[in-house]
């Protein structure tokens, strides 16, 4: 089910050409490329706020948005589950200046049961589907973000439950957690989050207590490396 990039296909926004032979970048502009790019950028930050003698609070976006990278990065540039393309264009505003452009990025990994509703499963790794920018948010025929049209996102619903029923069912049966996890006192911080994706990659977080003093022991451990 490969479809035209429509109206972006052969010409950039700003007039400009493509090249005739596009060759997906290596790694996305505003993205890191690979886990050990990204520790070090981590590293790089923690070191500056140890100079300063302070650290962001333990559920700072900071942690979040690092914990979250980390966990989804093994995701970026696989094929995406509609079109198998690991790269689409997407068209970038520049808040300030108002000025489009065209900007290559990785394919990356969709929740299912969306991560802002639900803090149980936002590091879980069933509860995903790896889709490129276009199918993720763009496609106005099939796409769980796409915001004009509720049919775009049936038919992605479609799309796996006639893939991998398993994980259709999986999903409804856990759409429950969103609920429940609403004013839910976790016991665990996006601090302990990066940590726990930090030293053991790519595992889920568990959402209970041992795993987060251990998380918390290595986290004590990895600043007494900086020291
Ligand atoms: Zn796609």
């Given at each position: 089910m490969r479809e035209s990039m429509g109206k972006y296909r052969g010409k950039r926004v700003d007039g400009k050409g493509w090249a005739k032979t596009a060759i997906p970048p290596k790694?996305?502009?505003m993205m890191p490329d690979t886990v050990e790019d990204m520790k070090r950028k981590i590293d790089k930050r923690l070191m500056s706020f140890a100079a300063d003698g302070r650290f962001p609070a333990a559920d700072d976006a900071f942690w979040r948005g690092w914990a979250d990278e980390l966990f989804m990065e093994p995701y970026?540039?696989?094929?995406?589950?509609?079109?198998?393309?690991t790269h689409s264009r997407k068209t970038i505003t520049n808040?300030?200046?108002g000025k489009s452009s065209v900007v290559e990025y990785r394919s990356g990994f969709h929740h299912l049961i969306p991560k802002n509703g639900c803090i149980?499963?936002?590091?879980?790794?069933?509860n995903g589907a790896v889709l490129c920018p276009w199918h993720h948010t763009d496609s106005p025929k099939l796409s769980p973000h796409y915001e004009h049209s509720a049919m775009a996102n049936h038919r992605f619903w479609l799309l796996i439950m006639e893939r991998d029923r398993d994980l259709y069912d999986w999903v409804v049966d856990h759409e429950k957690d969103t609920f429940e996890s609403f004013g839910m006192k976790r016991c665990w911080t996006y601090r302990d989050a990066l940590i726990y994706q930090y030293h053991k990659s790519f595992r889920e977080l568990p959402n209970v207590k041992p795993k987060a003093i251990e998380a918390a022991r290595k986290w004590q451990s990895f600043f007494a490396k900086g020291e």
């Open positions: 790694r996305d502009r970026r540039g696989n094929p995406c589950i509609v079109c198998e393309r808040k300030k200046s149980i499963h936002r590091y879980t790794k069933r």
